[in-house]
């Protein structure tokens, strides 16, 4: 019985090994360069609904993906198996893609450099000694919390424990061998509210690298009633041009897609509405884009990024102006640039700016949308086109009035980044991109 | 169907010393926990893409995934464990976890096996090795080409072609054993064109459960370039759309994405089994305008979202879901179906083998109406004519949907007239579905890219409508007169 979990960290020196034996079957097999990434997770999640145990997964995954490069041209390949005659079996056929690929001048590794050379311990891994029964518990006492919040909570979606474990291993054919391990526990509810106007969901979430950080079930499963009693019973509001507030689950969204438009990939492709922003103002002058990636036991830490290189402190925008675009080697090369240690994207992503409270953020509003809800994929990456369902509360007077549904939110993001108003104090630590709320002075609302 | 059990066992099995005497005995296991349905699923998959930018092909990649899902389920519970590994230990310690959830129900006896004799759906042969390497960087090259030649303002380009080929062999204590192989190719242009100042994205794809032929052969891909390049040229010419409720006609095929989203997802059967659904409890209403007929099929011949049998080796049928704007049933799977009391539709899907399955669309649309697309349009005074669409996206317990369109008109005195920026449509799916007022004779299917997000977890479908007029959809532009 796997209730008591395995511990990925004794699998390391194993995925270690297993990453110099695929890369020396990469040299056997004629490749000029090669890098590896091995992967292990394990762990469990237990969903309670309506105080009856509903189901219980066990997730256990191992698998590694190679490239290989015959000079300039590369080949790429992965599998879950990791046995001998698989390793032999994926080598040759990363070898066989790279014999019809065309040489790319911009291929390749990673430079040696920029290789950590030590790795700092980042305090990511927390086991969780958590068995199914004691997860079944915390589960019911989430949702008995939640129905108990307000007597229009009605239904249930359930109520989940999740547990993880990770172990990740990147080498390449420079030498570098790296590793680290991490932990991610989590606990969540979701409930469904009715009245007379029909019903509504919502939910709450709780999600750390160590256990004693997360809420507690009491408060997840209230919050998440709290949040789903509030949306009953929406309203319309007359189309036109309000204020936003988006809170930090939305505006992580919103600062999102921002960091997509300043990514390697998208500006060598053309694909950005931010294309030569570099140095340029994108942003309100207060607001501040910093990345953090050693930060001890934060969500998205990392030591090095996707091609082994060292991750560093820095600002993407700063003071409303781009210093860094993210770039990993590949796209820095396309754009004749160097990499900034982002292959994979960004790690621990820090909002700040001009800060108020949260009611403070309400009263400088006056009357606008709160924006509690996003729906849909309306963003159009190359011109900053917006368009996208909303749902949240009206706000009148500095103060939330009435829940609002079935809206529409339109701009277009170059002019938005650059009218955001004020941040909230109200940052979410749960995520790789921490942000408080964030008030922009104009969007266009549409409703029925 | 004995023919390809066999092929699938000698494939699946033989490797890793697995055979029928060593899967009972899994399964006599699974049973010890007395659960009410125990279950194996078997699946290897391999896929293979290829893309092209800037003109060269530069990336390939290729990949195996394989395993077992070991599945209990005991009254409304789930037990679930997967092993990479097919060694008779790694199965057993799945099989142990997958069945802790059992202390209930009836000792079950497995029921002599028996295969569904379903038709094949689509060919069985291998799509990956169905065009030799070369042709299918030849291919890229081809299509680069060919979207270049349409305009000078293309600028860039993107071409992408994959090709999937899986292997699954369910059996189950119900008395299911039963194969399938299932081929899945796919071709996608993306470019982006410029002028003046002024850049737009336009993109086209299209594929289905067939050899790399039907994207290779023909015109096909020289229609996806031209498509690809077309869209983005009218988005050069877009002006700002309008903001607030509208009346809307939809474009036939994919924007079926509307009946997926407005109706599909809330007549799944586990959303109505727990009463979460805004359809819930209301077989037998009204709940669309007379017009509508909508149904799931999965039987088509080739299509991306069908299937010969669903991953509980269920045969898939077609189902009518709405019949003359009466809701007929919902789509099932062997565990809601087992607790609503009802039949399964053959519509128990699931990500891989290390995935719990649940009720998933298939093929979802509206079959088609009385009125000529033309009629429909002139009927309007001033609205929008959406044609294509990005994605969409529902909130099954409130009805609330969005889809985003991503080439679309005004429609002025009965004429298409200027194109405007792609906006997101919202609604509520049974106040929109009783507000469709004209439905049109050209139902279309899609070229073959939908995919399917649900609890996380993402299958291929297809949609598909005939052209359809809503008297009213909130319309989320910039411009709110």
């Not at chain 2, 929008?384 to 969005?402: E, L, P």
Request: charged share 20%.
């Amino acid at each position: 019985m796997p209730t008591a979990m395995m511990d990925v960290r004794e699998s390391e020196a194993a995925l270690k090994q297993l990453v110099s034996d695929i890369l020396a079957e990469a040299e056997r097999q004629g490749a000029s360069a090669a890098e590896v990434s091995v992967n292990e997770d394990a762990g469990f999640s237990v969903t309670v609904r309506k105080g009856e145990l509903e189901t219980v997964e066990f997730n256990q995954d191992r698998g590694f993906g190679i490239t290989v490069y015959h000079g300039q041209r590369k080949g790429s390949a992965s599998t879950s198996d990791s046995s001998a005659a698989a390793i032999k079996e994926t080598v040759s056929a990363a070898t066989n893609i790279a014999r019809f690929t065309e040489e790319d001048p911009c291929s390749g590794l990673a430079e040696a450099q920029l290789m950590p050379v030590e790795l700092p311990d980042l305090g990511l891994f927390h086991p969780w000694s958590l068995g199914t029964d004691e997860a079944e518990e915390l589960a019911r006492q989430c949702e008995v919390a939640g129905l108990a919040q307000d007597a229009r909570i009605v239904n249930s979606d359930g109520a989940q424990v999740s547990t993880q474990q990770s172990c990740r291993v990147y080498g390449n054919s420079h030498g570098f061998v790296g590793g680290f391990n991490g932990t991610r526990h989590s606990m969540s509810c979701v409930l469904i509210g009715e009245d007379e106007n029909g019903m509504q969901r919502d939910y709450w979430y709780t999600l750390a690298r160590e256990p004693s950080k997360l809420e507690s079930a009491q408060h997840v499963g209230s919050e998440a009633g709290r949040r789903t009693a509030a949306r009953l019973s929406p309203r319309g509001i007359a189309t036109g041009r309000y204020p936003i507030l988006f809170t930090p689950q939305m505006a992580a969204g919103f600062i999102g897609h921002l960091i997509g438009a300043i990514s390697g990939g998208a500006l060598y492709r053309k694909a950005s509405f931010l294309l030569d922003s570099l140095g340029e103002r994108v942003m309100s002058e207060h607001v501040t884009l910093r990345e953090r990636p050693l930060m001890h036991g934060w969500i998205g830490s990392a030591a090095f990024d996707g091609e082994g290189v060292a991750t560093r402190e820095k600002h993407f925008v700063n003071a409303g102006v781009v210093e860094n675009y993210v770039l990993g080697s590949y796209s820095a090369r396309k754009l004749g640039m160097a990499t900034t240690g982002n292959a994979g994207g960004v790690f621990n992503l820090q909002v700040e700016g001009r800060t108020l409270t949260v009611d403070e953020l309400l009263g400088e509003m006056g009357q606008g949308l709160l924006v509690t809800d996003l729906m849909g994929q309306g963003v159009n990456s190359v011109t900053g086109d917006y368009s996208r369902g909303a749902s949240g509360f009206w706000v009148e007077d500095g103060a939330i009035a009435y829940p609002v549904d079935e809206l529409t939110i339109a701009a277009n993001l170059r002019d938005v980044y650059c009218d955001i108003v004020a941040l909230g104090d109200d940052v979410d630590e749960r995520g790789n991109i921490r942000t408080p709320s964030i008030l922009v002075g104009g969007m266009t609302v549409a409703s029925q | 169907m004995s023919d390809l059990l066999a092929d699938v066992q000698e494939q699946l099995w033989a490797p890793a010393g697995m055979d029928l005497v060593r899967a009972e005995g899994l399964m006599s296991q699974l049973l010890e926990g007395l659960v009410d349905l125990g279950e194996l699923f078997f699946q290897r998959q391999k896929s293979q893409s290829w893309s092209l930018e800037d003109g060269i092909v530069k990336d390939g990649s290729f990949s195996v995934d394989q395993g077992v899902g070991v599945r209990a389920v005991s009254g409304e519970r789930s037990g679930f464990a997967y092993a990479e590994d097919l060694g008779m230990a790694a199965l057993t310690s799945a099989t142990q976890a997958a069945r802790s959830i059992a202390r209930q129900g009836q000792q079950r006896q497995v029921q002599a096996w028996r295969s569904p004799d379903g038709q094949r759906r689509y060919m069985e042969a291998d799509p990956i090795g169905s065009l030799a390497d070369a042709d299918k960087v030849a291919l890229l090259a081809r299509v680069d080409a060919l979207a270049r030649q349409q305009d000078p303002r293309v600028s860039e380009v993107n071409v992408r072609l994959s090709a999937s080929h899986e292997y699954m062999l369910v059996m189950a204590s119900d008395g299911t054993l039963a194969a399938d192989i299932r081929p899945l190719v796919r071709l996608d242009v993306s470019v982006i064109v410029s002028q003046g100042g002024r850049r737009e994205r336009g993109s086209a794809g299209g594929g289905g459960r067939s050899e790399l032929a039907l994207v290779a052969d023909g015109d096909f891909a020289e229609n996806l370039a031209k498509e690809a390049v077309r869209t983005a040229l009218v988005n050069l010419e877009a002006r700002d759309a309008p903001a607030g409720p509208m009346t809307v006609v939809l474009g036939p095929g994919w924007p079926g994405v509307l009946l997926h989203e407005a109706v599909g997802h809330g007549l799944e059967g586990d959303f109505n089994r727990k009463g979460s659904s805004a359809f819930a409890g209301r077989v037998g209403e009204q709940v669309a305008s007379e017009l509508c007929t909508v149904v799931d099929d999965g039987t088509l011949q080739g299509r991306r979202g069908s299937l010969s049998i669903d991953d509980e080796g269920i045969a898939t049928q077609e189902t009518v879901l709405i019949e003359n704007g009466v809701l007929k049933g919902y789509m099932q799977d062997k565990h809601n179906a087992r607790l609503m009391n009802v039949p399964s539709t053959g519509n128990g899907r699931r990500q891989s083998f290390a995935h719990l399955p649940m009720p998933r669309m298939t093929n979802t649309f509206m079959l088609p109406g009385p009125h000529d697309p033309q009629e429909i349009i002139e009927s309007v005074n001033d609205g929008v004519y959406a044609v294509n669409f990005g994605g969409g996206q529902v909130d099954i317990t409130s009805g609330r949907f969005v889809f985003s369109a991503t080439e679309a008109y005004l429609i002025e005195n009965g004429k298409v007239t200027a194109p405007i920026r792609g906006a997101t449509l919202i609604g509520n799916g049974p106040e929109v579905m009783t507000r469709i007022s004209m439905v049109g004779n050209d139902l279309q299917l899609d070229g073959g890219v939908g995919v399917c997000g649900k609890d996380g977890q993402s299958v291929p479908v297809g949609v598909g409508q005939p052209t359809l007029k809503v008297d009213e959809v909130t319309v989320g532009g910039t411009q709110s007169s």
